[in-house]
């Protein structure tokens, strides 16, 4: 009984929209009060019987004209038409959407050429390769569906600004806002805990965390400590852009890692920081419990310290077990990079066991799994620097050079190389740490009196580079090791 209330009910607010829609703003205006039970009953069918309300539409148009004026025939039709052609939307009032539309734009849709959002099992939404694609490639393409200011020592301003930014939402965009996963961690408001469950660094002015934004497809893209895809900033489009930075596999997952020093983390704190913020227990390979698992730990440890007490030179790295203070891995940030003369560095790279240093966390990034930016950009600064190096001993006579320096050369420059055209594949061509990397790139080509190679291709480089990570030894061997530190 309460359900059929509830139905009619909705069906009067139905008929109520539908006035309004024809430009009727008074019932009175209606030529008799046939029209109004017609229409609350149609309304009515459609929601108990939508397979008879296409032909009632139809039979209410052969009516006599005189029992609804011409607005209503025609609003009919139209009706009528929808609800052979497009049944989701036939009929616009409060509550269908969240039973059918909401449920049509929830389920399988494609969203670009190569992916589509489809429900995954046991992680609600997510994305899927609709064919087969190559590492490097340009997924989609996304606009902010809105920008927030953030200041983390000013909290009332990234509120308000957030809340600004929701009423500034067309009211269908809004919608799927709402419909966003709303994390678990303890903010005041349900649009707060969305949006930063959800959002994005958004900062087109390089002010660091100055801004935030919204992206509503991007943001169903589910998480892996192994990721198969990045998202990169193009400030001047004003888009997010999502590249592949492995082959992925048609009907393969597409994923993304939601923290930026997961590289450095261990599976268990990982796990604590994503069931703190995100509210989900990450089930990836490297979270996985067993042989995968342990030895994804240990090459992390080793990766934590060798970036951190090694190349940073600090006195110790951050403690990222102390689970119950997390609130986010980037609350200890490493020594950033800065450029001088050409060459990244802020890290001295003249200081003995750099460049070996260097040299390990690519191995333990590449044997990692990770293929990503990071893992291009740090190639890139290990070559560079230890061309730097080696041009420096040879130089100088009362230092060493290294053993067989020709070969060590070569291996040098490939790498650079190729670290180079595959990074500049998944960067925006305005984004200024490209040109940064070419000054350093010619930079070492004249110190070394290099001439400039012929062109590589994609696939050279993609060959070269497995190639070179072949022929490197264990780095959790640390015999072998000490041997490369020069």
């Not at 740490?433 to 001439?451: E, I």
């Not at 590589?456 to 993609?462: D, E, G, S």
């Amino acid at each position: 009984m309460r359900s059929s209330f509830t139905k009619l009910r909705v069906a009067f607010s139905c008929y109520t929209r539908l006035l309004s829609g024809c430009g009727v703003k008074r019932k009175e205006d209606m030529q008799g009060g046939k029209a109004f039970s017609v229409f609350v009953v149609l309304s009515y069918l459609q929601l108990t019987s939508p397979k008879l309300y296409s032909p009632f539409c139809f039979f209410l148009i052969g009516l006599e004209s005189s029992m609804c004026p011409p607005q209503f025939i025609s609003k009919l039709l139209e009706m009528a038409s929808r609800a052979i052609f497009d049944p989701a939307n036939c009929f616009k009032h409060p509550l269908l959407p969240l039973r059918q539309e909401s449920a049509k734009s929830s389920t399988t849709r494609r969203i670009s050429d190569y992916i589509e959002i489809i429900p995954i099992e046991g992680k609600g939404l997510g994305t899927v390769a609709t064919r087969d694609i190559e590492a490097f490639t340009l997924l989609y393409t996304e606009s902010p569906a809105g920008i927030a200011i953030e200041k983390p020592r000013q909290p009332h301003i990234t509120i308000s600004s957030i809340a600004e930014a929701c009423r500034k939402m067309a009211p269908d965009i809004r919608a799927r806002f709402d419909a966003l996963h709303e994390g678990s961690r303890p903010f005041q408001t349900r649009e707060m805990r969305i949006w930063k469950t959800n959002c994005f660094g958004w900062d087109p002015v390089e002010n660091r965390n100055g801004f935030s934004a919204i992206f509503l497809n991007i943001s169903l893209i589910n998480h892996s400590c192994l990721p198969n895809a990045e998202y990169q900033q193009n400030f001047k489009e004003g888009r997010m852009e999502l590249y592949s930075t492995q082959s992925i596999r048609a009907g393969q997952e597409v994923t993304i890692s939601y923290g930026s020093k997961f590289q450095y983390m261990v599976a268990s704190e990982r796990k604590a920081y994503l069931r703190r913020v995100y509210g989900f227990t990450c089930k990836c390979p490297a979270c996985a419990d067993g042989p995968t698992s342990r030895m994804s730990d240990q090459r992390r440890r080793l990766l934590k310290k060798t970036h951190y007490c090694g190349i940073m030179g600090q006195p110790a790295a951050p403690n990222f077990s102390a689970v119950y203070n997390i609130n986010t891995p980037n609350s200890i940030e490493p020594i950033t990079l800065v450029e001088e003369q050409g060459f990244a560095d802020g890290m001295q790279i003249l200081r003995p066991g750099t460049a070996g240093l260097l040299r390990r966390e690519v191995k333990l990034m590449y044997d990692e799994g990770f293929t990503g930016s990071k893992l291009l950009d740090c190639m890139f600064t290990q070559a560079m620097t230890s061309l730097v190096v080696m041009h420096k001993r040879m130089t100088d006579q009362r230092s060493r050079a290294p053993l067989d320096p020709h070969s060590e050369i070569a291996r040098c420059v490939q790498l650079m190389q190729a670290s180079e055209l595959l990074l500049r594949q998944m960067t925006p061509a305005s984004d200024p740490k490209m040109r940064k990397m070419s000054q350093a790139k010619d930079n070492c080509n004249q110190m070394w009196n290099v001439a400039i190679p012929e062109p590589m291709t994609v696939a050279q480089c993609k060959e070269i580079i497995p190639r070179i990570m072949s022929e490197e030894p264990d780095p959790l061997a640390e015999t072998i090791w000490s041997s490369r530190l020069f």
